[in-house]
């Protein structure tokens, strides 16, 4: 996994590199510049081959520092390049300021507005290093005017110029991938914050990418993201292995990377899911109970059932209630079937070796599934089991404690895992959810949101964050390369909370939260396998053919 730095991570990474003499803010700088430039003939080759036109926008901090850096390397490259500066020079940075002298001493400073920008002749390559990290408000108006994604339409043929952004777009917050204008917060300026900011091609950062280029906007607007190497050594205090909780004071990125290296998927995989012996008993790899609804009512829960099974689980019962029995057993083979009578207790139906209950699935908003959702909790593991059953909630499990959240939090433990949607999440925690309105990261609020409920929380999304109570949290993201939109179809979320139940009964010996990442990972797998079309009974029937793919 990659691990992803926090704005305050990275400032604290360049100080320490700086003071114990291992490099000048100045040599970063440089190494920063030149890390876009050969990022962007990396990205573009044929921009090698001879001279061509740049636009460089630099802003009042270290961002545009890096502005300057960039459009003197191109200059000495024999391009044109027009530099326009928002800001005053006099109170830039020292090392930016530096930069924007040697730069001045030879060409010109334009103005940073849309008049000057798009009169000048159109550029082959367009640089934003107007704010990286350090931005700390809505983007001013003159400015949010030249970066508005339909202002380079003054140039013919704009969608060919190759536009690149410094660290980040300038405008989206690195640290929560919003932009200051998405957010319920008053702008302290006064000024409108752009409707529609420009999409880049490609964002070069520096060390290691950041949790905004991964959540909420940043996906959209990013284009590539590359992490360019400018020299600083990692200090995290312990590096952790891949199947082990994540770091605490750190985000992981979950793809199949470690320690900064692509690794075979299969490595992955094998790290997180149990090890079948070879003579391996069905109850060797868990039995699941998934809780089905009333007639007419059990699709959700079949579905999770379907997926608990491929994913690997040994047993898969659905629970249903006696009226729903006959729509069942019409519709599943190797998954058993239990009639749960309303007032007959879990511990009747479910024996010892249970190592997975997935609950919430059309189950229905009831006391009924109330009261289910405290027995499944209640349990602990039986006389075989290292592990408690997991109990994944998810859909009416959680929005039946809408109501009192607090008293379902009392009674999750560390194999819980809330698999809630926004609106759900919302429901049980309201004032995270409309703080993460008002500009809070994702990864704050789940983080909090675990710490709270003592579980797993997995908040689901295009970018998924899921946090465990100690602060560990990890970010999804269906984006650069692995987009799904296809995903966003009836029961895909039933299907994710049967596969993270699958994975977590075998009893694996990774923690769970590597289950969740790995089960969101299989999931957007097997959508992009099957491709547009698809419907949530399509997805668990990917998965043989996935597993096969990543090598298992
Ligand atoms: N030595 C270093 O610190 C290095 C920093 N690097 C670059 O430096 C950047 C961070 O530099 P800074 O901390 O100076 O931050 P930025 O350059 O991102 O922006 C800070 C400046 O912008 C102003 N500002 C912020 N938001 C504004 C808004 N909405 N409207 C008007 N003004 C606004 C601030 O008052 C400050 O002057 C990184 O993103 C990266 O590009 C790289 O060169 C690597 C080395
Ligand atoms: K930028």
């Known amino acids: 996994m990659t691990e992803l730095l926090s704005s305050a991570q990275m400032r604290a990474i360049e100080q320490e590199a700086i003071q114990s003499g291992a490099a000048t803010g100045l040599d970063l700088m440089e190494r920063a510049g030149k890390g876009v430039v050969d990022a962007v003939l990396a990205a573009w080759p044929a921009l090698a081959a001879d001279p061509h036109r740049a636009v460089v926008l630099c802003g009042p901090g270290n961002n545009g520092g890096d502005g300057f850096v960039i459009a003197r390397l ?49 550029p082959d390559v367009w640089i934003d290093a107007v704010f990286g990290i350090g931005l700390s408000r809505p983007v001013p108006g003159e400015v949010a005017q030249v970066l508005d994604a339909d202002a380079m339409a003054a140039w013919e043929q704009s969608h060919g110029i190759r536009r690149v952004a410094v660290d980040c777009p300038s405008g989206l917050n690195l640290d929560t991938g919003m932009i200051a204008s998405d957010t319920d917060a008053p702008e302290p300026s006064g000024k409108a914050g752009r409707a529609t900011m420009n999409t880049v091609d490609l964002t070069v950062t520096f060390h290691s990418p950041k949790p905004g280029h991964y959540l909420a906007k940043g996906p959209i607007l990013c284009g590539e993201v590359r992490a360019v190497d400018i020299g600083l050594s990692d200090t995290a205090p312990e590096r952790r292995s891949i199947m082990e909780e994540p770091d605490p004071e750190r985000i992981r990125l979950v793809e199949p990377v470690f320690r900064g290296r692509a690794i075979e998927p299969r490595t992955w995989l094998k790290s997180v899911m149990a090890k079948p012996g070879k003579a391996g008993h069905k109850f060797d790899f868990g039995h699941v109970m998934v809780f089905a609804g009333g007639v007419g009512q059990g699709g959700a829960g079949r579905l999770a059932a379907r997926a608990a099974l491929r994913t690997g689980a040994g047993l898969v019962t659905v629970l249903c209630p006696p009226a729903a029995l006959i729509e069942n057993a019409c519709q599943l083979d190797a998954i058993m079937l239990r009639a749960l009578k309303e007032d007959v207790p879990l511990d ?15 189950m229905g908003v009831t006391p009924r599934t109330r009261k289910l959702v405290q027995e499944a909790l209640a349990r602990r593991a039986g006389p075989r089991h290292r592990r408690d059953p997991v109990v994944v909630l998810d859909a009416d499990a959680l929005s039946s404690f809408a109501e009192d959240p607090a008293s379902l939090f009392p009674r999750t433990h560390a194999r819980t895992i809330l698999t809630p949607h926004e609106g759900e999440f919302e429901r049980l925690f309201p004032d995270l959810g409309s703080s993460q309105r008002q500009g809070r990261s994702k990864v704050d609020v789940v983080r909090e949101a675990a710490r709270r409920a003592g ?30 939109p296809w995903l966003a179809t009836a029961g895909a979320g039933d299907v994710l909370a049967g596969m993270i139940a699958g994975l977590a009964a075998t009893q694996a010996s ?37 597993f096969c793919e990543l090598g298992l």
Not at 86 to 100: I, L
Not at 351 to 359: K, N, P
Not at 455 to 479: F, M, Q, R, W, Y
Request: glycine fraction near 10%; charge should be negative.
């Open 510 to 546: 990774a923690g769970l939260l590597s289950v969740a990442e790995l089960a969101v990972y299989l999931h957007v797998e097997c959508a992009r396998r099957f491709g547009p079309g698809l419907i949530s009974e399509d997805l668990p029937e990917q998965l043989p053919q996935v």
């Open 74 to 122: 191109l200059r000495a490259m024999g391009w044109t390049v027009r530099l326009h500066l928002f800001g005053d020079p006099a109170r830039m940075p020292e090392d930016a300021r530096h930069n924007h002298d040697l730069w001045a001493a030879e060409d010109p400073v334009l103005a940073l507005d849309a008049a000057t920008v798009f009169t000048g002749p159109r």
């Open 455 to 484: 579980c797993i929380i997995l908040l689901k999304g295009v970018d998924t964050v899921i946090a465990n109570p100690e602060g560990g949290a990890s970010v999804h993201v269906a984006a650069y390369g692995r987009e799904a």
């Open 348 to 362: 009747d139906v479910a024996d010892a070796r249970v190592t997975g209950f997935c609950m919430g699935p059309g």
